[in-house]
C-alpha cells in the first residue's frame, strides 16, 4: 500500500469540493483522477500533497498517518500545472531545491541532479534559466525537480494541459514509460479520458466531489457503471429497456448480454464499435437498420443508424453509404447495464 | 486533528491566529510610522484649525470656528473675496493647467509611439528626464527664459504687453508656462503606456467606416487610453492645486494660490491656527476632485 | 509607421523644446562670463569652480545626500516588509480596506497639507521633547512618511506577480519559513525593492516642500539652498548648480534604465 485516503470530506464555505471520498493506490501504480474541472480531483491531490487540509478523513502514507502533516514534511512531490519553476533559478538550482533545503550539500547533490536532468534529457540546458525553455522542456525540468527527491509518491497536476496536442502524445507515452522504468506510485489529475486512458493502471472518475467509479482502464471503458461514466470516457450508445426473460426488452427488440442487469427498468450502454456489420441476420441481438448519415474519419466510418437513433463505428472498406439497409449485431459481450 | 483551528496557507500548515499575528509584526511598523507622522499630525491639523493665534504667534487653546469664518471671507472689516478668491484661482489653474497637458500629451505620445521600437527608449527618456528634474530648479529655469534681455520679453514688450526692459515675470502668463511645464510629462508617462499597446485595427475600422478623425479618435483611440489618462489626471490635478514652489517663484504676490497662502501662514504670518484651517480646505478639494475623477473615471471605464 | 497629420510630430517636439528651452538657458548661463544680468559676455568655468569652493553649497549638498540616503535605507525596509505582511495574509476583507487607505494616505494627500501638518505635529511635539527642534531628524521622519508609502506599492505590485504557485512548490519541496524567504522570496522581490528603492531615493532628493516646513539652519539640503539664493535674485553659482544636478538626473535616470531592463530580462 502506497497511499491511502479514507472518507475525505472538504467544503468552500457552501461548495462542497470532496464528499467521503476513499483512494487506495498500490505500490508501483500509475493512478489517475479524471473529472471535469470543479470535480474535486485537483482538492484531493492538493490534500495528498498537504497543500490543503481536508475537513476530516484520514491521509496515509506507507501506513503513517499523514493528515496533518505539512506538505514540507512530506515525501511527497508534486508536478504543478503552471510547473512553478523558480523564475530565478538555473535549471540545475531548480532540480537542486529539494536537497539544498534540505541542507544536503556536495557531490551528491550534483550527482543526483545531473542523473535527473538526464533522465528527462536536459543536461546539457542545466545552465539555463526556466524563462528560456519551451513549454514541454519546462514540464520535463518540473519532473526532474520532483522526482530527485526519491519521493514514495509523486503528485502531477493537469502537467500536460500546457502543452499544444501532438506533443502531449508523445510525453503521455514517455511519462508512461518512466514510471514503468522507476516503478513508483504515480498519481495524476486530469480531464481529459483519452490521456487518463493511455497512462494509467487505475483510473477514478469524478463527479461534483465524489468517485463515481473506480477501476482498471479499461475495465472502465469497457464495464462503466452509469451513464456520467460511459459518456465521459469515449461514446455510447444509450438504449433504454426493461428485464425480460433472456435479456432486456427494447425499443430494438430483446437483446441478450452476457451480464444480466439487477434492476427490472433502466437502460443499456454500448460502444459504437461493439456495433458490428454483418452480411445476413446474425444469430443474436440482430437488428435491420437504415444508415441515416455516415461520415468519413479516414481511419473509420462514423454511421448514424435508424431505428434507435444509433451511433455505430465501421471499417471504411465495408463502403457503407447514406441510405443503405444493412443488418448489424449490438455484441451480447460489450452491452453494458447500467447504474445509477 | 482539527481543521477550525488549522490551515494550509501557501503551503504552510499553521493556525489563523498565527498568521494574523505574524502579519501584524510585518505590516505595523510602516503602518505605525504612517499613522504616527501623518494620520495622527491630520487629525491635530483638524484641532488646530480650530484654535486662537496667540499674540506671539503661538497657539492659544481657545476654541472657534473663526478660522474659518476668516477663510470666508468675514473679519471685523467686513467681507472680502480674498481668500476664497484664491482658493477658486487654485481649481482654476489645475484645471487649464491638466486640461493642456492632456492636449499637449496626445501629439507627444503619439509621435514617440510611432518611431521604430528600438528608438523610443531614447524619446521616452527625454520625458523621464524633466519628470525627475528638481522642481525649483526647472521653475528657476523659467525666470530666465522669461527674463528682459532674452526674445520672450523683448517680443511681448514689442506688442506693448509689457514695458519695454521689465521681465515677463510675476505674472499669471508665468504661473501657467510653468505649471504646464511642471505637469506635462505626469500625463504624458502613464498616457504613453496606453498609446504604446493601442490596438490599431479599431482605428482602422472606424475608417473602414468612414469616420471622421474626431470620431475615430473619440470612439477608437480616446476609450482605450483611458486608464493612463485617469491615472495622469491624478498625478496633475491633484498637485497642481497645492501646488507652491511655481507659483511663488513664477506668480509672486500677483498670482498667489492656495498652497503660498499656506507656506505664509506658517512662515512670516506665524498663524497656524488659520494655516491649519487653509489646509484642511485645500484637503477638502482634493477629496472633492479625487471623488469627482473616480465617479466619472469609471462611466469613462464603461464607454 | 503610421502616417499622422503633420500637427502630431509639430507639437510633439515642440512640447519638447517648452521642456528643454528652460533647462538649456541655464546650462548655457552656467559658462556665461558675466556676473549681474543676462547678457553673453564669454565663456567660463569659474562659476563650477566657485562652487566647489563654496562651503555652504558643499554642506547642502551632504545634507541632501545623507537625507536621502538614511531616509531610504529606512523606508526601503519599512516599506517591503510591509507589502510583504499586507500582501501575503488573511487579513480580513474590513481590516484590510482600513490598512490600504493608511497605505495610501501619503500617496494622496497634498504635498503641501502634509507638510503643514508635520509642522504642526512636530511644533506640538517640541513642547514636550526638544529634539523635535526642526532639522534632520524631523526631515528623515518627513520623507520616510512619504517614502513608505510608494516603496510597499512598488514591492506589493511586484509581489502580486509572483503566484502563490511558487511558494507552495518551495513548500512541497521540503523548504521551511526562512529557506523560502531567503531563497525564493527575497530574491523574486529584488526588482521590486531595488526600484522602490530608487525611487524612495529621488523623491527624497527631488523634495522641496516636506524639507522646506521641516528643515532647520543646519540642514539646509540643496533644493532649499537653492531656493532661498534664487529669491534674492540671478547667481551664476546656481546655474553650475543646477546644470550639474541635470547631468546627475540624465546619468540616474539612464542608471535605472539599465536596471530595469536588465531585471526585465530576467
Known amino acids: 500500500m502506497s497511499l491511502e485516503a479514507y472518507a475525505i470530506y472538504k467544503n468552500y464555505g457552501e461548495v462542497e469540493a470532496l464528499h467521503n471520498v476513499d483512494l487506495v493506490t498500490e505500490r508501483g501504480e500509475f493512478f489517475t483522477l479524471l473529472g471535469p474541472s470543479g470535480c474535486g480531483k485537483t482538492t484531493l491531490l492538493r490534500i495528498i500533497a498537504g497543500l490543503e487540509l481536508p475537513d476530516s478523513g484520514t491521509v496515509m502514507l506507507t501506513g503513517g498517518n499523514v493528515t496533518t502533516l505539512p506538505a514540507n514534511e512530506r515525501n511527497v512531490n508534486t508536478v504543478f500545472q503552471s510547473y512553478a519553476l523558480f523564475p530565478h533559478l538555473t535549471l540545475f538550482e531548480n532540480v537542486a531545491f529539494g536537497m539544498r533545503s534540505r541542507r544536503l550539500t556536495g557531490s551528491v547533490v550534483t550527482e543526483k541532479v545531473m542523473a535527473a536532468l538526464a533522465m528527462v534529457h536536459m543536461e546539457d ?21 520532483a522526482l530527485v527527491n526519491e519521493p514514495e509518491v509523486l503528485l502531477l497536476d493537469e502537467p500536460m494541459s500546457a502543452l499544444d496536442a501532438k506533443l502531449r502524445h508523445a510525453v503521455q507515452a514517455e511519462l508512461r514509460q518512466l514510471q514503468q522504468k522507476l516503478g513508483k506510485t504515480f498519481i495524476l489529475v486530469t480531464h481529459d479520458q483519452e490521456e487518463a486512458l493511455t497512462v494509467s493502471d ?84 440482430g437488428l435491420r437498420a437504415r444508415v441515416s448519415e455516415a461520415f468519413y474519419r479516414g481511419d473509420r466510418v462514423e454511421v448514424w443508424l435508424e431505428p434507435g437513433n444509433l451511433r455505430m463505428s465501421a471499417a471504411p472498406r465495408r463502403g457503407i453509404a447514406k441510405g443503405d439497409e444493412i443488418w448489424i449485431e449490438l455484441l451480447p459481450s460489450a452491452l453494458v447495464p447500467l447504474h445509477e | 486533528m482539527s481543521s477550525q483551528h488549522h490551515l494550509v496557507w501557501n503551503g504552510e500548515l499553521t493556525t489563523r491566529l498565527r498568521l494574523i499575528r505574524r502579519g501584524m509584526y510585518l505590516a505595523a511598523p510602516g503602518m505605525l510610522w504612517i499613522l504616527l507622522f501623518l494620520a495622527l499630525p491630520s487629525v491635530l491639523l483638524i484641532v488646530v484649525s480650530m484654535t486662537t493665534r496667540g499674540d506671539y504667534g503661538q497657539i492659544e487653546w481657545v476654541f472657534s470656528l473663526d478660522n474659518f469664518t476668516r477663510l470666508m471671507g468675514y473679519s471685523s472689516y467686513g467681507w472680502s473675496a480674498d481668500y476664497l478668491w484664491i482658493l477658486f484661482r487654485s481649481v482654476w ?107 490599431w485595427a479599431l482605428v482602422e475600422a472606424a475608417k473602414d467606416l468612414y469616420a471622421g478623425p474626431a470620431r475615430i479618435f473619440w470612439h477608437a483611440i480616446w476609450p482605450q487610453t483611458v486608464p493612463g489618462l485617469s491615472v495622469g489626471i491624478t498625478l496633475t490635478f491633484i498637485p497642481a492645486m497645492g501646488m507652491f514652489v511655481v507659483p511663488d517663484l513664477l ?39 479625487l471623488h469627482i475623477h473616480r465617479t466619472k473615471g469609471g462611466e469613462g471605464g464603461v464607454a | ?34 556676473r549681474f544680468g543676462l547678457t553673453w559676455q564669454g565663456f567660463t568655468m569659474k ?62 494627500t497634498p504635498e503641501i497639507v502634509f507638510a503643514a501638518a508635520l509642522a504642526v505635529a512636530f511644533g506640538l511635539l517640541r513642547l514636550v521633547f526638544s529634539v523635535f527642534e526642526p532639522g534632520m531628524l524631523n526631515m528623515v521622519i518627513g520623507h520616510v512618511t512619504f517614502q513608505v508609502s510608494f516603496v510597499a506599492l512598488v514591492v506589493g505590485a511586484r509581489l502580486a506577480s509572483i503566484s502563490t504557485d511558487i511558494e ?20 523574486l522581490l529584488k526588482p521590486g525593492i531595488v526600484g522602490g528603492a530608487m525611487l524612495a531615493f529621488t523623491l527624497s532628493l527631488d523634495d522641496f516642500v516636506i524639507s522646506f516646513f521641516t528643515a532647520g539652519p543646519t540642514s539646509v539640503t540643496l533644493p532649499l539652498y537653492i531656493y532661498a539664493t534664487v529669491r534674492r535674485g540671478v547667481t551664476p553659482e546656481i546655474h553650475a548648480l543646477s546644470t550639474l ?12 534604465e539599465r536596471i530595469t531592463r536588465k531585471t526585465n530580462k530576467e
Not at chain 2, 526692459?165 to 501657467?176: D, H, K, N, R
Not at chain 2, 509672486?252 to 497662502?261: P, Q, R
Not at chain 2, 512670516?268 to 487653509?278: E, I, K, L, N, Y
Not at chain 3, 544636478?245 to 535605472?256: E, F
Open chain 1, 125 to 145: 540546458k542545466k545552465d539555463r534559466l526556466p524563462s528560456q525553455l519551451s513549454g514541454g522542456q519546462k514540464q520535463r525540468v518540473a519532473l526532474a525537480r
Open chain 1, 202 to 285: 487505475r483510473i477514478a472518475v469524478m463527479r461534483q466531489g465524489r468517485v463515481v467509479q473506480c477501476a482498471p482502464a479499461r475495465e472502465l471503458y469497457e464495464r462503466p457503471v452509469n451513464r456520467y461514466v460511459a459518456d465521459f470516457l469515449g461514446k455510447a450508445n444509450i438504449i433504454a429497456g426493461r428485464r425480460a426473460e433472456g435479456g432486456v426488452e427494447t425499443e430494438l427488440g430483446l437483446l441478450r448480454l452476457d451480464s444480466p442487469p439487477t434492476w427490472e427498468q433502466g437502460e443499456l450502454a454500448i460502444r459504437p464499435e461493439n456495433i458490428v456489420f454483418h452480411p445476413e441476420r446474425p444469430a443474436v441481438n
Open chain 2, 93 to 199: 489653474v489645475a484645471f487649464w493647467t491638466t486640461l493642456v497637458c492632456v492636449l499637449l500629451a496626445y501629439p507627444l505620445c503619439f509621435h514617440i509611439a510611432n518611431r521604430a521600437p528600438e528608438k523610443r527608449y531614447f524619446w521616452l527618456t527625454l520625458i523621464i528626464i524633466p519628470f525627475w528634474t528638481n522642481l525649483v530648479i526647472r521653475a528657476y529655469a523659467w525666470l530666465l527664459v522669461l527674463a528682459p534681455q532674452l526674445p520672450l520679453a523683448k517680443f511681448a514688450a514689442v506688442l506693448g504687453i509689457i514695458p519695454d526692459g521689465s521681465p515677463l515675470y510675476p505674472s499669471a502668463f508665468a504661473v501657467y508656462l510653468g505649471m504646464v511645464a511642471t505637469f506635462l510629462p505626469f500625463v504624458a508617462m502613464p498616457l504613453y503606456a496606453n498609446v504604446e499597446k493601442l490596438d
Open chain 2, 251 to 289: 506668480g509672486g504676490a500677483k498670482y498667489m494660490l492656495v498652497g503660498n497662502l499656506i507656506q505664509q501662514q506658517f512662515g512670516t504670518s506665524r498663524d497656524w491656527p488659520f494655516g491649519a484651517a487653509v489646509s484642511l480646505a485645500l484637503m477638502v478639494l482634493t477629496l472633492v476632485g
Open chain 3, 168 to 187: 507552495e512548490a518551495a513548500r512541497d519541496l521540503y523548504a521551511d519559513n526562512a529557506y523560502i524567504m531567503r531563497h525564493v522570496m527575497l530574491p
Open chain 3, 245 to 256: 544636478a541635470l547631468c546627475a538626473t540624465v546619468i540616474l535616470v539612464m542608471l535605472s
Open chain 3, 1 to 34: 509607421m503610421r502616417r499622422f497629420h503633420w500637427l502630431v510630430p509639430f507639437l510633439a517636439v515642440g512640447s519638447l523644446a517648452f521642456l528643454y528651452v528652460p533647462l538649456l538657458a541655464i546650462a548655457v548661463y552656467s559658462v556665461n562670463a558675466s
Open chain 3, 47 to 108: 562659476w563650477y569652480q566657485r562652487l566647489f569652493a563654496n562651503e555652504q553649497i558643499l554642506e547642502a549638498a551632504w545634507n541632501t545626500l545623507f537625507l536621502a540616503g538614511v531616509s531610504t535605507i529606512i523606508a526601503t525596509v519599512l516599506g517591503t516588509v510591509l507589502a510583504i505582511g499586507l500582501k501575503r495574509y488573511p487579513w480580513s476583507r474590513r481590516v484590510y480596506a482600513m490598512l490600504d487607505i493608511n497605505l495610501h494616505l501619503p500617496v494622496v
